[in-house]
């Protein structure tokens, strides 16, 4: 047996309270009748008083009482096992953080407008597993597949653009450490959701989009950033090539939209924080799910009615006892007992209400 409630279970200790509690009131009473008549006159004074009744009728009360305490309490027995399954999709957000995510074409940069719908994204998908992968010149594990969405909030603090030890755009590296995630099965419950601004000077992409498609990984790209781009800003001037120009970045939307496509994903241009990622929610949600976890559960009844009835019945006898018998029998033993006197007038003139009419004569 369990409880639902049990920090009530405290009120158990009134029980013996009110117990102790209406004993000393009665004794009290007792003892004040006691100061003003003998105990031996207490059958003609109180010829309906039982302790034995009284007794009873604290019993009552501190069942009444326990009874109430349990039931606020609710005991729970009973019920049944039964197994809950949690099913889901497996998704992977891999993060773009080379130097060109610094790019302000999105203010305030494309990687924190990134890192926000990383955000928005692991909240609105509870019931699935989620990972984190860091990509640059290297693809590096933030964070294996976990139903603990709250680490992906924690970790994106520590991104910054080009804190990876490889610098560099190579979006190939971060998708084979996202494959390496997601287990070598072939399957169709595993999504991968890349984050960039889709410059990639590594190569290698359209091998390891072929690699995603034949382990049923389907892609969904947010790309971020603008088409005019912007400068990169780089120690207090902005990135500048070898012959000393600014270098613009922009958004590559021909190297993410492909690769989308390609895996039966699909692709969202984000122009900033506000963007909604509703309808990649939506084609993520249409993904075949499979278990995630499960485990027996077990069912307690509430059984709260049965100590309330026992309350009831306790307080019902408690008021319907009480320590004094029903005032129709004490009045039915009084005049048995007087009349074991000689009738109500009592001594000789009982007697001589009793004898014949020649008796008197003869006693006269």
């Not at 639902?4 to 009290?28: E, G, K, N, T």
């Not at 074409?105 to 990134?114: E, K, N």
């Not at 249409?286 to 307080?315: D, G, I």
Request: net charge positive.
């Amino acid at each position: 047996m369990s409880f639902a409630a049990p920090r009530l279970l405290w009120l158990l200790a009134l029980a013996p309270l009110a117990a102790v509690a209406a004993a000393a009131l009665w004794r009290r009473r007792l003892r004040a009748d006691a100061a003003w008549a003998a105990r031996g006159l207490w059958d003609r004074l109180m010829p309906s008083f039982r302790r034995g009744r009284l007794a009873l009728s604290i019993t009552c009360l501190t069942l009444s009482v326990a009874g109430t305490a349990l039931a606020l309490a609710r005991p729970r027995w009973g019920g049944a096992a039964e197994k809950v399954e949690r099913r889901g999709v497996d998704v992977v957000f891999l993060l773009d953080s080379s130097l060109s995510m610094a790019a302000p074409d999105i203010p305030p940069s494309r990687l924190f407008v990134a890192k926000a719908m990383v955000r928005r994204l692991g909240q609105a998908l509870p019931g699935d597993r989620v990972a984190l992968v860091q990509t640059e010149g290297e693809g590096m594990m933030l964070a294996p597949l976990t139903l603990d969405g709250a680490v992906l909030d924690l970790l994106l603090d520590t991104i910054e653009p080009g804190s990876l030890p490889r610098p560099g755009t190579e979006l190939a590296t971060g998708v084979d450490t996202a494959l390496r995630l997601f287990g070598p099965q072939s399957e169709k419950h595993r999504a991968l959701v890349v984050l960039s601004d889709g410059e990639d000077h590594g190569g290698g992409l359209d091998t390891a989009t072929a690699r995603l498609k034949d382990a049923g990984v389907v892609v969904f790209a947010l790309g971020i950033g603008t088409p005019e781009g912007s400068p990169i800003p780089l120690g207090g001037d902005f990135k500048r090539d070898e012959s000393g120009k600014v270098v613009i970045t922009r958004l590559h939307e021909d190297t993410l939209e492909p690769m989308a496509r390609a895996t039966g994903g699909d692709y969202l241009r984000v122009t900033s924080a506000a963007t909604d990622p509703t309808p990649i929610l939506r084609q993520i949600d249409r993904l075949e799910k499979r278990t995630l976890e499960s485990e027996t559960v077990t069912t307690r009844e509430e059984r709260f009615q049965w100590p309330l009835l026992l309350a009831a019945a306790a307080l019902l006898l408690q008021l319907a006892v009480g320590p004094f018998r029903a005032a129709g029998r004490a009045a039915g033993e009084q005049p048995g007992r007087l009349r074991s006197n000689g009738g109500p007038e009592g001594g000789a003139a009982g007697k001589a209400a009793n004898q014949r009419p020649g008796q008197r004569e003869e006693a006269a």
